[in-house]
């Protein structure tokens, strides 16, 4: 069986949840004697280097990419207000890509085309002018549900009512998007559900996706009393919004009762502001060489997440790895965890300090 797997970003090297999702399927399907081809858009965010792929990667996945310029753009998103279209959407829209995908698809035959994210289904229109294929969405998130969460926490009454202009309009495109669909592979069975409540119809499962261990990196590192950590991908707006929250909320109450503690903000695209601040015993580190070794090294890990869908990878990891975690509800959404068991859930700023104390004293 031959599949072609259209990622919105390089799935490797798998530096963040969403690229550790799409490389444990490619390497999946890969091991289970599938014939796969990869085909990834690259930005400025997300770059491939192609130069520092492992050769049996390329060669087993036939990797290819294209360059799209995804960043924001003032003048592009003001105008679109004009529109009834997904901005969101609209930045992933390429005629380069759509050249390349073409060229591929006439190519070869494939029998699956697993469609990594919302954001490359404006490509299924080329795809069946050409293929027979059948088209799966795999599904990290719920897409709008990012938007209308962020949207609903969100106190200015401008950019509030923006947000929900763009929660709107992709859960316009999401269940437009349905009708094009062979079968949705969801992260959850909450997103699942959710899928089936939108009007989805067909075939539909969730496979959650694992977190493979690194046997090459070491294992022998010393862990740092009464260290809290964060690591994520800081170009995704709940990560801010939550760290946000902790600091302003959080961690005034954590550090008056236990003053030892010390924070670290670790993640790619770290925003500056993070840099700038002036907090007692936070340490923003930003990208890290070893996430792996970053996480053996600290003791408590939070995830106060707001606004997410799908799941959370780094709370897989830190499971894997040994780690505290203390995650709000929606952190943890998706997740089969029981709370005082293996994760401890706050979801107020009351709840989330008194959990880090306790473990900071305990």
């Known amino acids: 069986m031959k599949i072609l797997q259209i990622c919105n970003k390089p799935p490797y090297p798998a530096v963040d949840g969403g690229a550790i999702a799409m490389n444990n399927t490619t390497q999946g399907l890969v091991s289970n004697g599938y014939e796969v081809k990869v085909l990834a858009i690259s930005t400025a965010k997300h770059p491939v280097n192609i130069d520092s792929l492992p050769e049996d990667y390329l060669v087993s996945t036939k990797f290819e990419s294209v360059f799209i310029d995804t960043s924001i753009k003032l003048k592009d998103a003001f105008f679109n207000l004009f529109s009834s279209k997904s901005y969101n959407i609209e930045r992933f829209i390429s005629n380069d890509l759509t050249k390349k995908l073409i060229t591929i698809l006439e190519k070869e035959n494939f029998d699956i085309i697993i469609l990594e994210s919302l954001f490359v289904a404006p490509y299924i229109e080329t795809i069946k002018k050409i293929s027979k294929a059948k088209i799966v969405l795999r599904a990290h998130n719920v897409e709008y549900k990012i ?26 495109y999401e269940i437009k998007t349905f009708k094009d669909l062979d079968g949705i592979v969801a992260m959850t069975k909450i997103d699942a559900n959710q899928f089936v409540q939108l009007g989805f119809n067909k075939f539909i499962t969730a496979v959650p996706t694992g977190y493979i261990i690194n046997k090459g990196e070491s294992e022998n590192v010393e862990v740092e009393k ?12 709940p990560n801010v919004e939550g760290i946000k929250w902790f600091l302003n909320k959080v961690w005034k109450t954590v550090y008056l009762n236990s003053p030892n503690s010390k924070l670290y903000l670790a993640g790619r695209e770290m925003p500056q502001e993070f840099y700038d601040l002036k907090l007692d015993n936070v340490i923003t580190v930003g990208k890290v060489e070893s996430a792996k070794e970053f996480y053996l090294s600290k003791k408590i890990m939070i995830v106060p997440v707001l606004s997410g869908s799908g799941m959370r990878i780094k709370i897989i ?3 894997a790895l040994g780690k505290v975690i203390i995650s709000t509800t929606i952190g943890a959404e998706g997740i089969q965890v029981t709370n005082n068991k293996n994760i401890l859930i706050a979801d107020s700023p009351e709840e989330f300090a008194e959990a880090i104390i306790k473990c900071t004293s305990n």
């Not at 969460?149 to 969100?154: E, G, H, L, V």
């Not at 009464?226 to 707006?237: G, K, P, T, Y």
């Open 226 to 237: 009464n260290s809290i950590f964060h690591i994520a991908s800081m170009d995704w707006l």
């Open 317 to 319: 990891e830190g499971m």
């Open 147 to 172: 938007w209308e969460r962020i949207s609903s926490n969100t106190k200015n009454p401008i950019k509030k009512s923006y947000l929900s202009l763009l929660a709107k309009r992709l859960k316009a």
